[in-house]
């Protein structure tokens, strides 16, 4: 199943580049990497998100061998990389990727809670 696919509104040509935050729907991790994503300013954020966890790792099985050693095999929800091949990581490397390279969130706040 093809995933739904959204853009920040705000994309300009400053900070990283491209940033990509894909996951599945009910991942509380991934509502929160892609709130971060969409809500960088000078990014252009792409957020892709899976209707279900089968979905999402079956995507994941077809496309994370042309990301890099550190993507193979990669199995946890989300996952971020930047300019399109990038790799950056799961929702803890986006949230210091995202605080390292364009400032704290909004309300400071850069850990999940549930």
């Known amino acids: 199943m093809a995933p739904e696919s959204r ?9 990283a580049g491209k940033i990509s935050v894909y996951g599945w729907d009910g991942c ?14 000078d990014g252009n954020a792409e957020v892709k998100s899976f209707p279900h ?20 095999g990669w199995t946890s929800c989300p996952f971020t990389f ?14 210091a990727f995202a ?6 969130t909004p309300g400071g706040a850069s850990n999940i809670t549930d």
């Open 28 to 41: 509380p991790y991934f509502a929160r990497a892609s709130a971060r994503a969409t809500g960088i300013e």
């Open 53 to 72: 966890r089968d979905a999402y790792q079956e995507w994941l099985k077809e496309n994370t061998p042309r990301f890099g050693p550190k993507a193979q």
């Open 99 to 104: 605080k390292a390279t364009y400032g704290e």
């Open 82 to 95: 930047v300019d399109g091949d990038k790799f950056i990581g799961g929702h803890d490397d986006f949230m």
């Open 7 to 15: 853009k920040s509104a705000a994309a300009g040509s400053g900070g």
